[in-house]
């Protein structure tokens, strides 16, 4: 069992509630702001954009009070007092004219109080820069509102002045009735959080749980187990990894089992032997030099023959549980062949063993060279080891339109019709043979499981007596 190691609070905690905790604290910072935006912010802002408006209405009254005709300036005085709901008294000092609109039925202060316009005369005569903006509650109405006043001309020479009155208190109420909708709006948000919250973490969580059980079931074995993806692309990916892993750990699996199986069941036979030699010298030949050299003999054949088996039983599962890819190249059939034959001289001369190469054009062939060398080299060796008396071997290259057809020929016992079909199979080994002849039994399904790995054709022609050809061909 693996070591328990302290692990953060947030992966203690199931994701469902996870998700819900912090889409709550999500709608919650939400609400937060926007209350915050609406109290503190918005009537501030409302305030101050009030202010700047009715200064700004201010001037381009006064502009137009120099600029129109007194009808044309009746006029805009009524528009800007209707429009923007402001009471405005303009006094000229030349004329001694006043110009009145009041939209507020004499409850304002320029129109409700005797004399208060003195009190904002009087001001506005003390402002340093010629006017004044002042935030005064009206007792009349119970309301505050803006007062702001200008002197017509300039502060040296005053020629009259203007002041607007509005009320502010519209803003206050605007707030409270959008403080009220916030607060629903919260809740709202609140409840629609909380519930895309179970919604989400239910179907994120339930594919997740899925994914869990699914790896139990393959982590106790069971490789046929299935990984439903679904609800997000991250998931999809995990489900597609774990597949990928139950492939994997199954071929894996199954080299291991097809290694101990294969490992057991070829192995005892040698490893018998080499007790029984050993036991044999140990206790009868081990006085007698010439006995005692054969049982060693027999030890050190058995131990290649070993040494072979394990390694051909190695390269086979590699080569069969897909684990391999060929390295491909493009190299020149024909000087290709020509170097592996080469090679073989020495040996095979030295032994009697005539190897009859016929070459064809050269021609670019692609596949993994170290590979298809195990190909010729295994066919080479098995038409050594049973072709016939003669010793001859025929090696031909043969370019036809696909690719590179290689045969390996001997002159041997050939083989059975009806034992062709075994002899690519693992462990298969005729009984059938001139000569006694010491293989694994593997060697032609490293040639089948390497020619498959590659996609490339290949077959055997034999006739009893006669000998056998063996073909591949290496596509270009
Ligand atoms: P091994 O040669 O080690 O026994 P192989 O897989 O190479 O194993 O061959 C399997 C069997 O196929 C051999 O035991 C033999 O009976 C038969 N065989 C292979 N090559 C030839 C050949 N050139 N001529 C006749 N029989 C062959």
């Avoid at 501030?44 to 009030?50: D, I, P």
């Avoid at 030099?289 to 599962?317: C, F, G, M, Y």
């Avoid at 190469?357 to 060796?381: Q, S, W, Y």
């Amino acid at each position: 069992m693996p070591k328990p190691h302290k692990r953060p609070l947030s992966s203690r905690i199931p994701l469902r509630l996870n998700i819900c905790i912090s889409f709550v604290l999500f709608t919650a910072i939400i609400s937060g702001l926007l209350w915050m935006t609406e109290t503190v912010l918005l009537e501030r802002l409302y305030t101050n954009s009030k202010i700047r408006e009715t200064r700004a209405l201010a001037l381009s009254l006064i502009s137009a009070y120099s600029s129109q005709s007194i009808d044309e300036f009746k006029q805009t005085l009524t528009n800007a007092a209707v429009n923007d709901q402001i009471c405005i008294s303009l006094y000229d000092s030349r004329t001694g004219l006043p110009y009145h609109r009041d939209v507020m039925d004499n409850k304002c202060l320029l129109h409700g109080y005797h004399n208060y316009v003195y009190l904002l005369v009087e001001k506005l005569d003390e402002s340093e820069d010629g006017n004044i903006t002042l935030r005064i509650f009206d007792e009349q109405i119970g309301m505050e509102t803006l007062v702001v006043g200008y002197v017509l001309g300039s502060k040296d020479d005053v020629q009259g002045c203007i002041f607007l009155n509005t009320i502010l208190e519209p803003v206050g109420s605007t707030v409270r009735i959008q403080k009220r909708i916030i607060l629903i709006f919260s809740v709202i948000l609140l409840l629609i959080g909380i519930l895309i919250a179970v919604v989400l973490s239910s179907w994120l969580s339930d594919s997740l749980v899925r994914l869990t059980n699914s790896a139990k079931r393959m982590a106790r074995g069971d490789y046929n187990t299935h990984f439903e993806g679904g609800s997000c692309l991250e998931v999809d990916e995990l489900a597609r990894a774990l597949t990928y892993a139950e492939q994997e750990i199954s071929k894996a699996d199954a080299m291991q089992r097809d290694l101990i199986a294969n490992a057991s069941h070829d192995l005892r036979t040698p490893l018998t032997m080499l007790k029984a030699y050993a036991e044999m010298i140990r206790d009868l030949s081990g006085d007698n030099p010439v006995k005692r050299n054969a049982h060693l003999q027999v030890i050190i054949d058995e131990t290649d023959r070993l040494t072979a088996l394990v390694n051909d039983i190695l390269d086979l599962s590699k080569l069969e549980n897909g684990t391999q890819k060929p390295e491909l190249q493009t190299i020149e059939a024909c000087s290709w062949l020509t170097d592996i034959i080469d090679r073989y001289k020495g040996v095979s001369e030295k032994l009697g063993y005539h190897i009859h190469f016929t070459p064809d054009a050269p021609c670019e062939v692609t596949c993994d060279p170290g590979k298809m060398e195990r190909v010729v080299c295994n066919l080479i060796n098995n038409a050594i080891n049973y072709t016939g008396k003669d010793k001859n071997i025929y090696v031909n290259q043969v370019n036809t339109e696909e690719g590179v057809r290689v045969e390996v020929c001997d002159t041997g016992d050939g083989i059975e019709e009806d034992k062709i079909h075994l002899i690519f199979d693992k462990y298969y080994r005729s009984e059938n043979h001139s000569r006694e002849v010491v293989g694994t039994g593997l060697g032609l399904s490293i040639v089948k499981a390497i020619l498959r790995l590659h996609g490339f054709t290949f077959g055997v022609h034999s006739k009893l007596n006669a000998g056998s050809v063996f073909w591949f061909v290496i596509k270009k």
